[in-house]
Every structure is written in C-alpha cells, then in structure tokens.
C-alpha cells in the first residue's frame, strides 16, 4: 500500500474522527436490525438495503479533509513535488477513505453472524447485497475524495459531496418527471436504483461496470482538478 | 547542474516571472534575492515541479521537468517559504512518511533518518508532536525534509525566517556543511545572509533579473563613490571648511555630535584615489586630531536598493 494511504489510515485512528463515524453507523445498522431480530426472521439484505442511504450523511465527513486539508495547510507542496506521482496520490487518498468504509462493512458481518448463531439461514442474497454495498461506498468516497479536491475549506467539501450523493440517490425519482434525456441520464445516474438491484439478490454485470467505472471517473477527475489548479493558482 | 532558460510564467494577465534565464554550477550555492512579489517563490515552484511554467525550460542533472518530472523531483529537497509539515505527527513519523513518499531506500531509511535529525539538531524532539513544536524546530523539520532522500539539489525558500539569532547561526552553519556535495538555490530577504553563504547572487525584481555576479564583485562595483566616516575633535566649522576644500570631496557633512567638541563626519569622495592620508595632513594643519578613520565599502544592501529602486521608482509612478 502506498505511503499516502498508510499515512492517511494511521491519521483516522489517530483522531477520534473515525470512532465516531464508525460508531454513529454501527448504531444506526443495530436500530434498523433490532426490529428485525425482533420479529424473528433476521434478514440483513433488507436492512442493508435500508441502510445504504446514510453513508450520503457519513461518507462526505470521512472524506472532507483528505484533500481541502493539504490544500489548505500548504502540504501539498510536498506531495506535488515529489516522484510519486499526482494519481498515485490521489488513489493513496482515496484507499485511506475506502478502507475506513471497509472496516464498518467488516464490523457489519457481525449481524449475519448472530443471525447464523440463532439458527437463521444466511442466503446468497446477502452476498450480492454485501457486494452492491461495497461498491456503492468506493462510489461515495470516490465523490467525497473530488469534492475535497475542489475546495481548501473542508465544511464546503462536505456540502459539496452530500449534495452530489443526495441528488444520485433521489434523481430516479424525478426522472420521470422530467423526461426526454435529461431524465434518462438522472435514469441513468441513479444509485438507489441501482443499489435496490443489488439488494434485491441481483448481481447484474451493468451495475458492476456501473460502480466500479464511476468510481474510476471521479478520481479522474480529482487529478484533473487538481493538474488544472497548478496552471491557474497563483 | 541546474539551468533555467527563457522562463516566463504569467497569472492570468499578471507577469509572474519575466523571461529570466541563469544557471547554477554543481556545487555552488546561489543565493536568489529579491523584494516581497518579485517573483521568487514563483521560480523555486517552477524549478521544483510544483507548478508549471508558461513558457522556458527548466533542467535540473540534465533532465527537463516538464518531459521527465519524477526524474527531477528525486533529485530536488525543496523548502518552501511555508514548510509542508503534517502536525498531528511527530517529527519521526513525519520524516518517515516523507522517505517513503520520496522513495528513498527502505533499508537504510533508520540510519538516514537519525542522520539527518542529528544534523539538523531534532534528535531530542524527535517524539514530539510537530504541533507543538515552536516555529524555529518546525523550519529545521521542514529542511529536514528537504534533505530525506539525499537530493543532490536543494532549494531553500528562506529557510531561516522565524528563527532566533542563535538558531539563524546554527542553521547557516548547516546550510554551508550541506554545499559540500550538493547544489543549493536560496532565497532570503536577510542580505548579510547572502555574503556570508552564497558564492554567486542573482537579484530578481518585478519577474526580472537585475543583477549577477558574486557577492564581493557586487560590492566593488557600487564601491566606486568611496564612503568615509570621521570621528574629529575640534571646531566643527573649521574641519568642515577644510574638509570641503580638499580636492575630489564630493560631499562632506556632520552627523552626529559624540562628546565636547568630538564631532563625526560622513565624507564621500569621487574618485578610487585615497585621500586618506591628505585627510590627515588637513586635519594636523589646524590641529583637529583625527581619532577615528573608517572607509565604508557598499554593502549588499546599498545594491540591493539601488538596483531594486531604480525600476521599483518607475513602476511606482506607472501605478
């Protein structure tokens, strides 16, 4: 792993930053499969279909500093003009982010385990639910990531990255409305949906592409940002 | 070992840097002077890959940092005007990140690291959190940075602003055992600094090179109107009049008044002859003892500011 993400890593647990996220979303996962252990049929593919949409209001404060902060501080002198280059950089960044969410989908297989432990039954379903919602957070922090880059002040970063993730995550909804190919791109962008089929036990080839290609453009486009910064800064 | 050749760099439509074009041997210690906005800081982020540049190339060992980057990175230590420091770690993890993100060779990073540290007088803070550090043992960090990897080029943005006198010093004292093996670019705003490191000046204004040459030659350059300072006991008028009177005395006047009819003088001459010794005479003839007798020669700075304002005027004026 590069030296940016292993720094990047040691920085979260360093700070409180990361307990907290990790803990506020563990405890909404345990809210939504409390009812669900309740009524006896422990069903973690619908509560990760639930919980899906609150990585929009985690995901842009994981992600906020990673770059605004070195901007901001003047550190990025020191990681532009060393031999590592610009994309190896910002994907150091973005795998710090990633393996964050990586450690709240890890702690999350607790709940099938307890489902396993009271004889429940664990269905493949899970499996394409689990693999739908590790997409959809490298999605999220890839958008968390380039929004940090846009900005040196870390609070707009935020604002920034949960209004994109709000408007992917509602936009099928108004898709019809507004239709022609504007609503078929809002279709088309639409993560829920997307997302839904995933935890519907459909693993689809397309949505995969989806995700993963997403996720590569965003970052992209970070690196752009930023190249294109170094011509007009002053 | 590094040259700059036709760099230009505008902002939009304000010229940063304009067409400047010199070059620093191996070895030598360039010393890079110029007042606030003149275009420095720009040069060093041009040189170091930071940013680029409109127009001009730019090789350091031969490589040119637009077509081989990562070739001259490796070879550069670069201290910008704010040191690029991580405060939530401490100088060793700190140092430590910066080797791998320089590529430095993992086996010998332990050894390397201590060096340095030594070196640059960290090894008892070297567990402490950069936050707290005061701002004299953040800059040494941020050299200290400079030097993981051993560039063979270094490129100082003022690296002992915000020191005390005694780390000022210290840190000097570095800089030059550093010149050893290396080249160095340095800039500063402390022109005693420059005499006393550098081997060859260049003084940039309003994106442009004013002048080049080494410190002392700079010096005996402006030193053509030779500048003496008088301390004379005697009547002040007298020893003014007969001062006056000797030939080639551009200007004579009294500056201050250093006890009972000990007067000092400031005498400037036109010519390299030495009137020194007619002085003397002079002054025995009307029997005003000399007690004290010093030529000024030009400092850096008298050329500094006479090289700096003769443009910094005109462009006042545009304004």
């Keep these: 792993m590069s030296a940016v993400a292993r720094k990047e890593i040691a920085g979260y647990f360093k700070s409180p930053i990361a307990y907290v996220l990790i803990g506020v979303y563990v405890l909404i996962m345990s809210i939504y499969f409390h009812p669900a252990l309740k009524a006896g049929y422990g069903d973690f593919v619908e509560v990760l279909g639930d919980i899906g949409v609150f990585l929009i209001f985690i995901i842009p404060i994981l992600t906020m500093r990673i770059l605004a902060e070195d901007k901001k501080n003047g550190t990025e002198v020191l990681l532009l003009t060393s031999p590592t280059s610009l994309p190896r950089i910002v994907i150091g960044k973005f795998l710090a982010t990633f393996t964050v969410f990586l450690v709240i989908v890890v702690i999350s297989f607790i709940y099938p385990l307890i489902v396993v432990i009271f004889e429940g039954v664990i269905t493949i379903q899970l499996v394409g639910a689990y693999i739908g919602f590790i997409l959809l957070g490298a999605a999220f922090c890839a958008v968390g990531v380039f929004s940090s880059s846009l900005t040196e002040n870390q609070i707009i970063a935020a604002i920034i990255s949960l209004v994109i993730m709000f408007a992917m995550w509602i936009a099928d909804q108004y898709a019809a409305t507004v239709g022609g190919v504007l609503g078929g791109i809002m279709e088309w962008i639409s993560v829920l949906s997307r997302y839904k089929v995933f935890t519907d036990g459909l693993l689809t080839l397309e949505n995969i592409v989806f995700f993963l290609s997403f996720t590569a453009l965003m970052l992209y486009m970070t690196v752009r940002v930023i190249e294109r910064r170094r011509w007009v800064q002053g | ?319």
């Design chain 2, 1 to 319: 070992m590094i040259e700059i050749k036709n760099l230009v760099k505008h902002y939009g439509q304000v010229v940063a840097v304009d067409d400047i074009s010199f070059k620093v041997k191996e070895g030598e210690i360039l010393g890079f002077l110029g007042p606030n906005g003149s275009g420095k800081s720009t040069t060093m982020n041009i040189i170091t890959g930071y940013l680029p540049s409109t127009s001009g190339t730019v090789t350091v060992g031969g490589y040119d940092i637009t077509t081989h980057p990562e070739e001259v990175k490796k070879r550069i230590g670069y201290l910008p005007e704010q040191p690029p420091l991580y405060k939530d770690m401490t100088v060793t993890e700190y140092l430590s990140f910066v080797s791998d993100l320089k590529k430095a060779p993992k086996s010998k990073k332990k050894s390397e690291l201590s060096d340095i540290m030594e070196l640059v007088g960290l090894t008892d803070h070297r567990k402490r959190l950069i936050d707290n550090l005061s701002k004299g043992y953040r800059q040494r960090v941020g050299l200290a940075q400079a030097l993981v990897g051993n560039p063979k080029v270094l490129i100082l943005d003022e690296p002992t602003v915000g020191l005390d006198p005694k780390q000022i010093v210290e840190i000097r004292r570095v800089i030059k055992g550093l010149a050893t093996d290396r080249t160095i670019i340095l800039s500063t705003h402390i022109l005693p600094e420059v005499s006393m490191i550098c081997e060859r000046v260049v003084i940039i204004n309003k994106g442009k090179i004013v002048a080049e040459d080494t410190p002392d030659r700079l010096s005996a350059g402006l030193s053509k109107i030779a500048k003496l300072n008088l301390t004379v006991k005697g009547d002040k008028d007298k020893v003014l009049k007969t001062l006056g009177n000797i030939p080639n005395v551009r200007y004579v006047t009294m500056t201050a008044k250093a006890e009972d009819s000990i007067f000092k003088y400031v005498l400037e001459t036109g010519s390299d002859r030495d009137i020194r010794e007619e002085i003397f005479f002079k002054m025995a003839e009307i029997k005003a003892p000399i007690l004290e007798i010093r030529p000024s020669a030009a400092t850096l700075e008298d050329i500094f500011i006479s090289v700096v304002s003769s443009d910094g005027i005109k462009h006042t004026e545009e304004e």
